[in-house]
């Protein structure tokens, strides 16, 4: 679903500034060539961090045991919510 929403449900500004440039320079056609290969290797990069985040998971599996791939989730999601607390903390902190 993340790369779904990276990749195409909301509309990217990139995008709307060349087809609005293209249409205020009367070359509609050349807008929408750009914006196709826009997407056609944005749709290519997020397939490959997929594949590779696919093929990084089985690696991973493979060579964790039972109890360390338990703890695992557990450990990154402590230091994620660690990261954002030490983060608010700073923000009400600064002048």
């Known amino acids: 679903m993340a790369l779904a929403v990276a990749g195409g449900i909301l509309p990217s500004p990139t995008a709307l500034v060349v087809l609005l440039g293209s249409v205020a320079l009367h070359r509609v056609g050349y807008g ?3 914006i196709g290969a826009f997407s056609l290797g944005l749709a290519a990069a997020l397939m490959a961090v997929g594949v590779l985040a696919l093929r990084a998971r ?38």
């Open 32 to 34: 929408l060539a750009l």
């Open 58 to 95: 089985d690696a991973v599996a493979r060579r964790m045991s039972g109890r360390v791939s338990r703890l695992v989730p557990i450990a990154s999601a402590g230091a994620m919510a660690a990261l954002g607390l030490v983060l608010t903390a700073r923000a009400l902190l600064s002048p």
